[in-house]
């Protein structure tokens, strides 16, 4: 029932955007695109380290009032990061556009990146304290808020009308979420406000130090290497293309991943309890949601790889027609990410921190190596070769994950 309720709001408020797509590919060039997915990039990239990986801890603690401050210490440390984030930008900005690329001529898009990385940071803190107190369906309002707000603001500004319409509508989207979470967080908890103390606060910080010791730099790895196509495209290619991929591979993975986040985070909350009562049960847990997965997608590859072409150019007009060639490449990659992927919580434990840090940094090294060495060859073969890391890489992960559950 927790999984369902959480899915319900991820569906919402990832349905959303993909129903407007059709929309946003009319309103916005393929080069818009290619710009919006560096953005997302680099928000992603240092979302997952804003709060030097605390919010982690909230799920863990053994008391309310231990959770507070745990909570508390991750929201320091989201404020204070999002105000160094802004700083760097301000005095690398040039060095910042040269790595990214020459086709990228405009910057002041830069400035909004640590705006959304702190109000992604603090909608992350605040759901992981609301999946601990098993409320559900606060996450799935605020989720689906963020989604209204997102596809309001996408549709009503675009490129002829606003500058980066696609990325302020990212912003308001997530505003929306950490509005509701917060004035429901205040409103019905701000009684355990008077547990946080300085003691506590030093105590929680030292007691959690393997987060941002070892999970910290596994997130940073990961996120990093999730990222290097978009990067390693816009680089040694053009935004043109950039934007192409992008959506692409956005299109492909936001209908997998309405029900891969939210088993992921429910999961954890699950192999938490796991982890103190029933230790045998999460392997078999792990293995019962991987074939279910692996069921759901199936019939994705089947349709995608033999229309594929034909259902991009139908629903996003014809100027996305290769976009449909490269949806019958990436959906293999998109499919074996999508069935792990939500099951790599096993090593977001404490005990297993060091286990998924050895997979984040082989994905890390491999991931550039290969796509470096793919980078003179045309954009197919670059994406094939792509896929064929995914599938070796995210097999090992798998291994490691249910060897993971052993030691639970």
């Not at 080069?31 to 990039?41: A, K, M, N, V």
């Not at 030097?52 to 053994?62: F, G, P, V």
Request: with cysteine; hydrophobic share 50%; aromatic share 14%.
């Amino acid at each position: 029932m927790n999984i369902l309720v959480a899915i319900s709001g991820t569906t919402i408020a990832q349905l959303l955007p993909i129903l407007i797509t059709p929309l946003l590919t009319r309103l916005y060039s393929p080069t818009d695109f290619g710009i919006f997915s560096l953005y997302l990039g680099i928000v992603s990239i240092c979302s997952v380290i804003v709060s030097a990986r605390y919010e982690l801890a909230i799920m863990q603690s053994k008391s309310d009032k231990e959770a507070i401050n745990v909570t508390s210490i991750a929201v320091f440390f989201t404020f204070l990061n999002s105000l160094l984030l802004l700083f760097l930008i301000y005095l690398l900005k040039g060095h910042i556009l040269q790595w990214l690329g020459n086709h990228v001529a405009k910057h002041d898009w830069l400035y909004l990146i640590p705006i959304c990385v702190g109000l992604t940071g603090l909608s992350q803190i605040f759901s992981y304290w609301y999946y601990r107190k098993k409320l559900f369906t606060k996450v799935a309002i605020a989720k689906t808020a963020q989604g209204i707000g997102l596809s309001l603001t996408q549709t009503g500004l675009n490129s002829h009308i606003f500058s980066f319409g696609l990325i302020w509508g990212h912003i308001i989207g997530a505003l929306t979420s950490v509005m509701y979470l917060l004035y429901s967080l205040w409103g019905n908890h701000k009684s355990l406000l008077g547990s946080v103390s300085k003691n506590r606060l030093l105590k929680f910080l030292y007691k959690y130090k393997n987060y941002p010791m070892y999970s910290l730099w596994g997130a940073l790895l990961d996120a990093v290497a999730i990222q290097v196509p978009i990067f390693m495209l816009n680089k040694y290619y053009d935004s043109n293309t950039t934007g192409i991929f992008s959506l692409t591979f956005r299109t492909l993975n936001l209908p997998m991943t309405l029900i891969s986040t939210s088993i992921s985070q429910v999961l954890f909350q699950k192999i938490s309890e796991l982890n103190q009562t029933e230790q045998d049960s999460a392997s078999k847990l792990i293995i019962k949601l991987f074939s279910i997965l692996v069921g759901i997608s199936i019939p994705l590859i089947f349709i995608l790889f033999f229309w594929g072409e034909n259902l991009f150019s139908m629903v996003f007009g014809s100027e996305w027609e290769v976009a449909g060639k490269y949806a019958s490449i990436l959906i293999f990659a998109v499919a074996i990410r999508f069935s792990v992927s939500p099951l790599s919580t096993v090593l977001a434990l404490n005990h297993n921190l060091k286990i998924g840090f050895l997979w984040q940094a082989t994905y890390f090294c491999t991931i550039i190596c290969t796509l470096y060495s793919a980078r003179g060859y045309n954009i197919e073969i670059f994406i094939t070769i792509f896929v064929i890391h995914e599938l070796i890489l995210y097999l090992l992960y798998l291994f490691l994950i249910i060897k993971g559950t052993k030691r639970c």
